[in-house]
């Protein structure tokens, strides 16, 4: 009776080749000894939020937060119900970096933003009251109830979007909205108060770059002719158009080989 070995038994493949043994003292591949290493988290963001109940029925959600620093903190916050808790968490979040000292952020309001923006220009030097009249007029929705309701202003028209929604897109549209109403002044105004307050954005790290510097160029209104420069461009004509006659009849005269007209004696006293 043939004795077949377990080890025979078990390298036989169903092809009839015996299959490759392994030992386990074989090295292993360097994608087998080193783990994926975790990717860092962008500075203000946070990771996946997990939720766990606790013993006295809470939940409890957490997540990784990377703060500005760029260090990688655990957060967590408690609820009644899962939601609650997760909801609690988001909204902390979203307070977490203006909590840790910055005054502007990619979440700010551009209601907040105009306001930060005026009282800078308040301590700038060289800033008139006119002007900071001029800027409030563009800014603020009037309380006068003898104001008309459709005046556009900036809090009205653009003062629910945060920094990072109000791209170059939505202010380029709000621009030339107020250019087809009849007011190339006004959008003017709006475009170099906007311009200012995304600069300001800008220098407290909320965003990258200005996102009005890239809308169109807004049209110039047509100057009408004016009668003393027409007038004044009738007598310039006319006075080359002399000058070439005379210097034509001069290159004529000369051409026949006539003398040129004496000159006038001088005058005796």
């Known amino acids: 009776m043939l004795d077949v070995s377990p080890s025979f ?16 003292d074989s090295p292993t591949t ?11 988290l962008p500075l203000g963001t946070y990771g996946r939020i ?10 409890r959600a957490t997540t990784r937060y990377r703060d500005d620093d ?32 910055r005054l502007i952020t990619r979440d700010t309001k551009l209601t907040d ?22 800027y409030r007029m563009e800014i603020e929705v009037s ?6 309701k459709g005046t556009v ?53 909320a965003i990258n770059r200005n996102p009005v510097r890239e809308v169109a160029d807004l049209p110039r209104k047509r100057q009408k002719p004016r009668a003393k420069d027409f007038e004044i461009a009738v007598l310039n004509r006319c006075r080359s158009r002399q000058r070439g006659g005379c210097e034509q009849f001069c290159a004529t005269w000369e051409h026949r080989g006539e003398p040129s007209a004496p ?3 001088p005058a005796r006293f």
């Open 153 to 205: 202003k900036i809090k009205s028209a653009l003062g629910g979007l945060r920094v990072w929604e109000a791209t170059t897109s939505r202010i380029d549209a709000h621009l030339k909205r107020i250019v087809l109403d009849g007011h190339r002044e006004k959008a003017r105004r709006h475009r170099v108060i906007l311009s200012e307050m995304m600069s300001m954005a800008v220098r407290h790290d």
């Open 9 to 24: 038994a078990n390298s036989s493949r169903p092809d009839g080749h015996p299959a490759r043994s392994r030992s386990r």
């Open 50 to 59: 997990t939720s766990k109940r606790q013993p006295n029925g809470s939940w």
């Open 70 to 101: 760029g260090i990688t903190r655990p957060v967590h916050r408690f609820g009644t119900t899962k939601g609650r808790a997760e909801g609690t968490l988001r909204e902390s979040l979203t307070h977490r970096t203006g909590a840790r000292g």
């Open 263 to 265: 000159e006038a004696a």
């Open 113 to 134: 933003l105009a306001d930060l923006w005026l009282a800078e220009k308040v301590l700038q030097e060289g800033i008139t009251e006119q002007s900071l009249d001029l």
């Open 30 to 40: 360097p994608q087998e000894e080193q783990p994926m290493s975790r990717q860092s």
């Open 143 to 148: 309380i006068d109830c003898r104001a008309s």
